[in-house]
């Protein structure tokens, strides 16, 4: 079974950190592109960050560039985002995702982390 799990979710007070992860399975991963999207109740998918099948090249939503940090360790088929200086409007469920295709559509989700930020 082709499967993401996402961990290190919970409660931090903002300008704090935490180091989320996503660990992939059934599948090879090292060739495809991994991202993290996030979302808050009543509000559309934001996404957050992407990373290339090496590593070498990432993007990153705006509301986050500079405070978060995606990268990966494909002998562990691992993604992570490190996030810093957290702030309230960061609380969110946040999804990894991954994809094989040209297009770059994600097409495979994990089931969310919860990540609560406190003022």
């Known amino acids: 079974q082709v499967q993401l799990v996402e961990s290190g979710g919970g409660l931090v007070q903002a300008g704090g950190s935490l180091r989320l992860s996503c660990a992939a399975s059934g599948r090879t991963f090292s060739n495809s592109v991994l991202g993290w999207f996030r979302q808050s109740p009543g509000k559309e998918r934001e996404f957050v960050a992407r990373i290339s099948w090496s590593g070498g090249s990432t993007t990153y939503g705006s509301s986050v560039k500079g405070r978060f940090t995606i990268s990966r360790d494909n002998g562990k088929n691992t993604v992570y985002l490190q996030m810093n200086s957290l702030k309230p409007e960061d609380t969110a469920v946040y999804y990894c995702?991954?994809?094989?295709?040209?297009?770059?559509?994600?097409?495979?989700w994990g089931q969310g982390t919860q990540v609560t930020v406190s003022s």
């Open positions: 995702a991954a994809t094989w295709r040209l297009s770059g559509e994600f097409d495979l």
